[in-house]
């Protein structure tokens, strides 16, 4: 999808408003980890109210346009009424129509308490962190916001742009952006989060995600590129040759359509369970089908060889006996030529417990999940941290 067909056009914007059933019991909020409510601003955006519109859908979500692009179908689109008549709403793009075409500062004001005397430490400018900021400022707090990499919005820098422009991360953050209230340092590792305590802030919380990318545990494993590294400089490993993605979740899905457009004449994800197993949206299937990627199903990884320049994948096949997913004896093979080999196989990171004013939020307290999800998280550790701090 190119960056022109992000947003709904006028009359498709229309037409979805259109449909919606207004359901009393609101299925689409039920649904949505943050809690937005798509009836409302549906609602609003009918009537033409596009200012409250923006105002119902900033009110629990400061990252609202970015969520509208990127938000899988499993929550609000799901649970969508619609789809008993004919197909549900597409209320994602809806809400990122909505606030790229109408939002301005005074329809996305939200009252705010004045400072309350008390700072705080946000470690991680992620989805968490900043949901985090953004709470904790409406409630008076101020705040040090402390990132390790050069710029905001965390594991969705990894996103590639024609799905996720980096402007609109930037653009949600323009509006929850106080510089009176938050301070941020870009480029700031902190390694000891407990110190910050004697440094005059009340509470922290933690949102540092889960950057460990998971190896494979196989002999050759150094041959094989961690998704982290390939997404965050797809410009360093550009090549016309064979590409090997390791994985079937989403993060796979981006790294194969990423070589694609990177220029591989060809590109093939191994994933060890069945296509209908892969936790991908059916907007990533299609993109999968589009691309013309070859999908190897039921399949390990045994070994990584290197000969000469190409590099040789050593697979053998799975089977399921009684559920358990178990190798076949004698099936491994030999798959030479490849020019890259991609592992997107997950992330990690050591879970911690959280103490009195220590709070952890988003994937590294709950692992690997969605923006959404790691948004409602980071509101909820605000939330906890301000009950505490206020007795
Ligand atoms: C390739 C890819 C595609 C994805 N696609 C989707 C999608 O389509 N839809 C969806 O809903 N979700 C998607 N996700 C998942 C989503 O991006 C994550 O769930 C979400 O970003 C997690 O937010 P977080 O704030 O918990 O952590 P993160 O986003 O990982 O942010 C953590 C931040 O903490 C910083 N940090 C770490 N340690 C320190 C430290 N010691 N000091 C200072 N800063 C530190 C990191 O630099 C990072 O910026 C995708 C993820 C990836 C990797
Ligand atoms: S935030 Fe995401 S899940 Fe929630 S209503 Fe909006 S698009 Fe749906």
Same mark, same amino acid.
């Given at each position: 999808m190119t960056s022109k067909t992000l947003y709904l056009t006028r009359a498709q914007l229309l037409a979805e408003l259109g449909r919606c059933l207004n359901c009393k019991t609101q299925p689409c909020m039920n649904a949505c980890p943050v809690n937005c409510n798509p009836r409302e601003f549906i609602n609003k955006a009918k009537d033409g109210d596009f200012s409250g519109a923006v105002e119902a859908i900033t009110r629990y979500n400061p990252m609202g346009q970015t969520c509208g692009l990127i938000c899988p179908d499993k929550f609000c689109m799901h649970a969508c009424t619609r789809s008993i008549i004919d197909f549900p709403i597409n209320i994602p793009r809806v809400q990122a129509t909505i606030l790229e075409k109408y939002r301005t500062c005074e329809s996305a004001a939200h009252s705010k308490h004045p400072f309350n005397g008390k700072k705080i430490a946000v470690i991680g400018a992620g989805p968490a962190g900043i949901a985090a900021t953004s709470e904790l400022v409406k409630l008076g707090y101020k705040i040090t916001l402390y990132e390790g990499?050069?710029? +905001?919005g965390g594991a969705l820098n990894l996103i590639p742009e024609n799905r996720l422009p980096f402007s609109v991360i930037d653009k949600d953050w323009s509006f929850i952006n106080d510089p009176e209230m938050i301070e941020m340092h870009l480029n700031t590792i902190i390694n000891n989060p407990v110190s910050l305590l004697n440094e005059g802030y009340s509470g922290v919380i933690i949102a540092t995600g889960e950057p460990d990318s998971i190896d494979l545990g196989v002999e050759g494993e150094e041959y094989a590129l961690s998704y982290f590294d390939y997404l965050r400089h797809p410009e360093q490993y550009k090549t016309k040759g064979n590409v090997a993605v390791i994985g079937g979740g989403a993060v796979a899905v981006d790294c194969a359509l990423t070589a694609i457009n990177n220029g591989a004449d060809y590109v093939e994800m191994f994933i060890r /369970? /069945? +296509?209908?197993?892969? /936790?991908?949206?059916n907007e990533e299937r299609k993109s999968l089908l589009d691309a013309g990627i070859d999908l190897t199903s039921m399949t390990k990884i045994k070994k990584i060889g290197k000969d000469g320049e190409f590099i040789t994948l050593y697979t053998c096949k799975n089977h399921f006996n009684q559920e358990k997913l178990e190798e076949i004896p004698d099936t491994t093979i030999a798959r030479p030529g490849f020019s890259l080999i991609i592992r997107a196989i997950g992330s990690s990171a050591p879970r911690q417990n959280d103490s009195d004013v220590i709070i952890y939020a988003g994937d590294c307290k709950h692992g690997g999940s969605t923006i959404v999800e790691a948004l409602a998280s980071g509101r909820e550790a605000a939330a906890r941290l301000n009950s505490r701090l206020s007795g």
């Amino acid at each position: 999808m190119t960056s022109k067909t992000l947003y709904l056009t006028r009359a498709q914007l229309l037409a979805e408003l259109g449909r919606c059933l207004n359901c009393k019991t609101q299925p689409c909020m039920n649904a949505c980890p943050v809690n937005c409510n798509p009836r409302e601003f549906i609602n609003k955006a009918k009537d033409g109210d596009f200012s409250g519109a923006v105002e119902a859908i900033t009110r629990y979500n400061p990252m609202g346009q970015t969520c509208g692009l990127i938000c899988p179908d499993k929550f609000c689109m799901h649970a969508c009424t619609r789809s008993i008549i004919d197909f549900p709403i597409n209320i994602p793009r809806v809400q990122a129509t909505i606030l790229e075409k109408y939002r301005t500062c005074e329809s996305a004001a939200h009252s705010k308490h004045p400072f309350n005397g008390k700072k705080i430490a946000v470690i991680g400018a992620g989805p968490a962190g900043i949901a985090a900021t953004s709470e904790l400022v409406k409630l008076g707090y101020k705040i040090t916001l402390y990132e390790g990499f050069e710029k +905001i919005g965390g594991a969705l820098n990894l996103i590639p742009e024609n799905r996720l422009p980096f402007s609109v991360i930037d653009k949600d953050w323009s509006f929850i952006n106080d510089p009176e209230m938050i301070e941020m340092h870009l480029n700031t590792i902190i390694n000891n989060p407990v110190s910050l305590l004697n440094e005059g802030y009340s509470g922290v919380i933690i949102a540092t995600g889960e950057p460990d990318s998971i190896d494979l545990g196989v002999e050759g494993e150094e041959y094989a590129l961690s998704y982290f590294d390939y997404l965050r400089h797809p410009e360093q490993y550009k090549t016309k040759g064979n590409v090997a993605v390791i994985g079937g979740g989403a993060v796979a899905v981006d790294c194969a359509l990423t070589a694609i457009n990177n220029g591989a004449d060809y590109v093939e994800m191994f994933i060890r /369970r /069945r +296509i209908s197993d892969m /936790r991908v949206t059916n907007e990533e299937r299609k993109s999968l089908l589009d691309a013309g990627i070859d999908l190897t199903s039921m399949t390990k990884i045994k070994k990584i060889g290197k000969d000469g320049e190409f590099i040789t994948l050593y697979t053998c096949k799975n089977h399921f006996n009684q559920e358990k997913l178990e190798e076949i004896p004698d099936t491994t093979i030999a798959r030479p030529g490849f020019s890259l080999i991609i592992r997107a196989i997950g992330s990690s990171a050591p879970r911690q417990n959280d103490s009195d004013v220590i709070i952890y939020a988003g994937d590294c307290k709950h692992g690997g999940s969605t923006i959404v999800e790691a948004l409602a998280s980071g509101r909820e550790a605000a939330a906890r941290l301000n009950s505490r701090l206020s007795g």
